[in-house]
Each structure stands twice: as C-alpha cells, then as structure tokens.
T-cell receptor
Framework: QQPVQSPQAVILREGEDAVINCSSS?????VHWYRQKHGEAPVFLMI?????EQKGHDKISASFNEKKQQSSLYLTASQLSYSGTYFC???????????FGTGTRLQVFP | NAGVTQTPKFQVLKTGQSMTLQCAQD?????MSWYRQDPGMGLRLIHY???????DQGEVPNGYNVSRSTTEDFPLRLLSAAPSQTSVYFC????????????FGPGTRLTVL
C-alpha cells in the first residue's frame, strides 16, 4: 500500500535540477510532500488536493495527476539547503490514512 | 505554542518490558497519528485518531495500543517490547484528517534489547 518513490537517491551539484516521482496503486484524495534532515522530524513542503493541480514553493514545485495516481516534485536550481530525504505521503480516497513512501535521499554538493 | 511534544526522547527497554510513549499537542488538532521510521522503510503508520474517543489501525499496528481520551494527548503503548520494535517513533497532528499539513513531534528513539 506504500506509494513508490523514484529515484531512491539523487546526487546533485548546486544549481542543478531534480525530479522526484511518487506513484500509488490506490485512488488518491491528496498528496503531501515533506523533507527530513538527518536526525530531525519531517517538515511539511506542500499538499496537492486536486487532479492536475500544481503548486510552487520558492524553487520547489509539484504536480498531481489524479487519474494516474502520480505526483512529481520538482527542485530547480538546487541549493545546499535542499539536501535531505524527501517523502511523499498519499491519502487514499475514502480513508483517513496518510501513507508515506520509502523516501528519496537528495544530496547537493558545492 | 509548543506544537507537538513527545517524551521521552530516548528509551532503552529489555525484551518483554512495557512502556508508553507520550504525545501531546496544543494546537487543538483533531487528527493525530503515530509513525515508526526504520532505515529504508520510510514512515509507516501505526495507529491514527480522527478525534477524541476514535482510533483506528494503520499499516503496522501489531504490538501497539493507543487511546485518545482527550483532544490533546495520544499515547502509544507497547505491551511487551520486542527487538523488532527498535525504531524511531514520530507522533504527528493536523487540523482534521490526512488532508491537512501534518506537524511532527521531535521523535522518540527506542531500542529494545
């Protein structure tokens, strides 16, 4: 039931772009994105609620294709502060459960 | 506001011991949940609650009990700890349901010997 995230790990140099994908086998009501730094709690980035919705947060944006049950997180012009593990969380329709993927580890180097 | 607080921060147990992980929030959130985090497994939902008096199972509920007698508190009980329960435990809360921003507590690192 866990959504599948890809890739599992990404290594970037400052200024490069990355895309993280999240795919579910269930019909979704919403998709969340969180970032977790080592030894800390996950921190909220954004929620996407509607099919086809896109959101932006500084140079981080995301899309949600409700029909395909997929979401993608776009990081542009990456900064050192973007390093961490990114998790998508999916809320399955007709449930109150928020189920997270296994995470994508992103490392940005100077 | 203190947000979501968890106690203790660290705990070592012996196999078979019981304990309660505490979680409290002061944001008047209806929805609260418990996750465990293991390397390579991401965050797995243990139990969740949509309001006082209402709880339900998540993905990995076996070996854990919860109750929600007040809006503020959502304790997680391990009745007979096993080494497989060694993990980092996060409590989270949100306004209502899973469709709102989840606020996570700082976590409890539990080791079962």
């Amino acid at each position: 039931q866990q959504p599948v995230q890809s890739p599992q790990a990404v290594i970037l140099r400052e200024g490069e772009d990355a895309v993280i994908n999240c795919s579910s086998s269930k019909a979704l009501y919403s998709v969340h994105w969180y970032r977790q730094k080592h030894g800390e709690a996950p921190v909220f980035l954004m929620i996407l609620l509607k099919g086809g919705e896109q959101k932006g947060h500084d140079k981080i944006s995301a899309s949600f294709n409700e029909k395909k049950q997929q979401s993608s997180l776009y990081l542009t012009a990456s900064q050192l502060s973007y390093s961490g593990t990114y998790f998508c969380g999916t809320e399955v329709r007709n449930t109150d459960k928020l189920i997270f993927g296994t995470g994508t580890r992103l490392q940005v180097f100077p | 506001n203190a947000g979501v607080t968890q106690t203790p921060k660290f705990q070592v147990l012996k196999t078979g011991q019981s304990m309660t992980l505490q979680c409290a929030q002061d944001m008047n959130h209806e929805y609260m949940s418990w996750y465990r985090q293991d390397p390579g497994m991401g965050l797995r939902l243990i139990h969740y609650s949509v309001g006082a008096g209402i709880t339900d199972q998540g993905e990995v509920p076996n070996g854990y009990n919860v109750s929600r007698s007040t809006t503020e508190d959502f304790p997680l009980r391990l009745l007979s700890a096993a080494p497989s329960q060694t993990s980092v435990y996060f409590c989270a809360s949100s306004l209502t349901s899973g469709s709102h921003e989840q606020f996570f507590g700082p976590g409890t690192r539990l080791t079962v010997l």
